[in-house]
């Protein structure tokens, strides 16, 4: 093999690790800053940092909470809740976007806190010893498993004090990627709630991916269902998907549909399925590079 398709098959290899792995502290703290906690639309509140995103949903018979960030956002989301004047033990289910420790990294310590019930994919867990566990892992600051009480499945839904959460299996950024929508009403007007999940490639290997020969046509697959999704207000698991500080700014001077646009996410989804078959492109290119295949 010649210097210069090692090369590109040492770089091809380091995409096949989890971008998030190669997360760097600073920037990890930059995306862990807190976020003043506030109402998005209807009962629904963000309770998030600023790069990282978490979910309050509030109904009479408690609240749902979509997301816990970082292992360190936990305690910044417990504050966010009680400023805005819930308690912990309001929280009775707990759900995740995806199993990626910048999202599940929180939940191990709000649901022992809460005692809230962990409601996850049957992709992004894992079955062992009678139960199942949430796939969240952390390397560089290791924290014990969320055990799962429920699995969901494909358009299940999650009900409470008259909140329904559906479940939408979107997978390939993870496995059990799950999207999830709702119905929000403000000021007497119903919105199409929904908290997308992640198509981007971030580091997935989508070549010869031995732990998931799916993966490709699970990402064609959910961009497909994605863009058939109906969508008012557009939420995901980081701000910077759907522009949480410019929002955020229009929301406090005043404009209290600043979180509404009926275009966005078909937009956003376009965009990503772009980039996914530039990705692809690049992956099976380097692959030919590399004089391997
Ligand atoms: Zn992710």
């Given at each position: ?40 639309i ?144 403000d ?64 929301l406090?001077?005043?404009r209290q549909d600043a979180f509404v ?33």
């Open positions: 093999m010649r210097p210069r398709s090692l090369t590109i098959l040492v770089a091809f290899l380091a995409t096949g690790l989890n971008a998030i792995a190669q997360m760097n502290p600073e920037e990890r703290a930059a995306w862990n800053k807190p976020v003043k906690p506030f109402r998005i209807g009962n629904i509140y963000y309770v998030g940092a600023e790069g990282v995103s978490a979910f309050l949903i509030s109904t009479p018979s408690g609240a749902i909470l979509l997301d816990g960030g970082f292992p360190e956002t936990a305690p910044l989301i417990r504050q966010s809740v009680s400023e805005l004047g819930f308690h912990l033990d309001d929280i009775k289910f707990l759900l995740n976007s995806h199993a990626h420790y910048d999202h599940c990294g929180g939940l191990t310590e709000l649901k022992r806190r809460s005692g809230a019930k962990m409601i996850a994919s049957e992709g992004d867990s894992t079955y062992s010893n009678g139960g199942w566990t949430l796939n969240c892992f952390d390397k560089t600051r290791p924290f014990p498993p969320v055990r799962v009480d429920r699995i969901i499945r494909d358009k299940e839904t999650v009900e409470l004090g008259g909140a329904i959460l559906t479940a939408h299996l979107t997978p390939g950024h993870t496995k059990g990627c799950t999207t999830w929508t709702m119905q929000a009403t000021s007497g007007k119903a919105y199409q709630v929904v908290f997308y999940c992640s198509t981007t490639v971030a580091g997935n290997r989508l070549i010869d991916n031995r732990a998931y020969p799916s993966i490709v046509s699970d990402y064609e697959q959910s961009f497909a269902k994605l863009q058939n999704l109906p969508c008012d207000v557009f939420l995901g698991p980081h701000g910077s998907f759907f522009h949480l500080d410019e929002k955020m700014a229009a406090q001077s005043g646009d009926r275009d966005e996410m078909r937009k956003f989804v376009d965009q990503s399925e772009r980039d996914f078959h530039e990705e692809l492109t690049k992956q099976e290119r380097a692959l030919k590079g590399s004089g391997i295949n």
